[in-house]
């Protein structure tokens, strides 16, 4: 399944061998794998939190609407989705 393939029934799980983990003293979501790490920024880091492999894109965003009820939804679903696809491109996550 290609990158671009993502969609709201697409499942997406990070990727073996690699661990999401809050860095207290950066103060921020790290991505941690076998060569190193990639420090998140905050909304990076919110999306993988929720990725546990049994979700669906739409409940991610259901989920992070949720979490930030002031933020425009349709805005949560374009910034999850275009995640998504980046992270699946840089090799971060698999998807169903």
């Known amino acids: 399944m290609s990158e671009a393939s993502i969609d709201g029934r697409s499942v997406c799980r990070l990727r073996p061998g690699w661990r999401l983990q809050w860095e207290e003293t950066q103060q921020r979501h790290v991505l941690l794998y076998p060569e ?18 049994q979700r669906d894109v739409d409940a991610v965003i259901a989920t992070l609407q949720v979490q930030f009820p002031d933020a425009p939804p349709a805005a949560i679903a374009e910034d999850v989705h275009e995640f998504m696809v980046d992270a699946a491109q840089q090799g971060w996550i698999h998807h169903d």
Do not use: P, R, Y
């Not at 790490?37 to 990725?51: E, H, P």
């Open 36 to 53: 190193g790490m990639v420090q998140l920024n905050d909304t990076a880091g919110a999306i993988l939190a929720q990725l546990d492999g």
